[in-house]
């Protein structure tokens, strides 16, 4: 069996007023536009790893705020695979015998959602939250960031892999989760 960290990366409307937000209301509040996964093997060694990036099909705009953040843009997502080819991608590179496990519950709704809105066939396995789990090792009162818990089991961030990268988070969640007692 195979462990897959993942982690998403996602865009906003310009405006909760805007338009094309009151066309999609809350089915779609933000839009995937980056997957980015490491696989882990059953020694909970890194094996492989893939980053896809989702071409917006709703907020085609991308948010400052989100650029910002990501490094993500129109011209950095031009000619990337829709949403549900993104998702089949993705399954296939999972493979058959795995579990997903991510940093916290935000990125299983936000999934969720545009599973949902996109009407998305591909089958998924299913998702664990490490950010619990660590809070629960670890006898935290609130669920720590994923900075928080890289500082207190003393990783360190590399200069390479800037936070907001889908794969860049994916493999911090990752370098967590092999630190993590059995």
């Known amino acids: 069996m195979h462990y897959v960290v993942v982690d998403f990366e996602w865009n906003q409307p310009m405006s909760w007023q805007s338009s094309t937000f009151k066309e999609v209301g ?11 996964a490491v696989k882990l093997n059953d ?79 591909t089958a998924l396995a299913p998702m664990y939250d490490i950010q619990h789990l660590f809070s629960d090792i670890h006898k935290c009162k609130d669920r720590k960031g994923l900075k928080t818990a890289m500082e207190m089991l003393e990783i360190d961030p590399e200069e390479e892999r800037p936070f907001h990268n889908a794969l860049h988070d994916a493999w911090y969640t990752a370098k967590v989760f092999q630190a993590l007692p059995d």
């Open 43 to 121: 020694q909970l060694e890194i094996v492989d790893s893939i980053s896809i990036p989702i071409a917006p099909t709703v907020y085609i705009r991308i948010h400052p705020r989100i650029r910002r953040m990501t490094g993500l843009g129109q011209e950095e997502l031009a000619g990337a695979p829709a949403f549900n080819e993104a998702m089949a991608q993705f399954a296939e590179w999972c493979g058959e015998d795995y579990v997903l496990l991510t940093w916290g519950c935000d990125d299983v709704s936000v999934l969720q959602q545009n599973l949902d809105f996109f009407h998305c066939e």
């Open 26 to 36: 809350d089915q779609l509040i933000f839009e995937m536009i980056q997957v980015g």
